[in-house]
């Protein structure tokens, strides 16, 4: 573990994008109160985990976890990558009210009388060498409607979905505030998927939270 070097790498995301904050140990917290982020890195011999988890201010802790791929500090740089291409927007978004448009797009969905700001990110690819993921065409229609279906009544909720093909094979993972989510896994699964020799990812992320 190697948490300084982390909490390291994660202020200098803060700082890029000119977001003051102070650091308790290894949580950065932007403007000194909750929500609250740190990272911890877990290292292998050819990829690594990065861990990241926010605390909201009601103690909720939200966490995201992504692959980084190569030794030491190559591992730790490409997990960082993994998270900010992924999430780290989304969440500057939904939790401290700084957007990129680019990166993030912003919603009302509404759900009986209660609305909600839907901060979607964009769909982050992997693929090996030569690969173009395919992205099915009504994938997020696919997603969005099996969130609406769910019916959100707390004031925050956050959705993770992972799709992986290797060589042919289907991985799915679908999350819905950190638990396994079937609904949203059948929904993954349901999509016209290519099979392709070789390895290609698509991921999501996004959060709902009540205006």
């Not at 995301?13 to 904050?21: K, M, Q, T, V």
């Not at 990829?47 to 103690?59: E, I, N």
């Not at 909720?60 to 030491?72: C, D, K, Q």
């Amino acid at each position: 573990m190697i948490t300084s070097t982390v909490t390291e790498a994660l202020s200098q995301l803060f700082d890029a994008h000119r977001i003051a904050y102070v650091t308790h140990g290894d949580w950065i917290a932007p403007d000194g109160e909750l929500p609250a982020m740190r990272a911890v890195w877990h290292p292998g011999e050819a990829t690594g985990r990065l861990d990241v988890q926010v605390v909201l201010p009601d103690k909720t802790v939200v966490e995201e976890n992504f692959a980084g791929l190569g030794e030491g500090e190559d591992g730790l740089n490409d997990g960082m990558a993994n998270f900010t291409r992924n999430s780290f927007h989304v969440f500057l978004s939904a939790l401290w009210g700084w957007r990129d448009e680019k990166q993030v797009t912003v919603e009302t969905w509404s759900f009986g009388d209660r609305d909600y700001a839907a901060h979607i990110g964009n769909f982050g690819t992997r693929g090996s060498a030569g690969m173009q993921p395919s992205i099915p065409e009504d994938l997020f229609a696919r997603l969005e409607a099996t969130i609406r279906a769910e019916s959100p009544t707390g004031h925050t909720h956050w959705f993770r979905f992972f799709f992986c093909n290797l060589n042919g094979k289907f991985t799915v993972e679908a999350l819905r505030d950190n638990e396994p989510w079937g609904a949203g896994e059948h929904a993954l699964k349901s999509a016209d998927w290519p099979a392709q020799d070789g390895y290609y990812s698509v991921r999501l992320f996004l959060m709902l939270r009540a205006v």
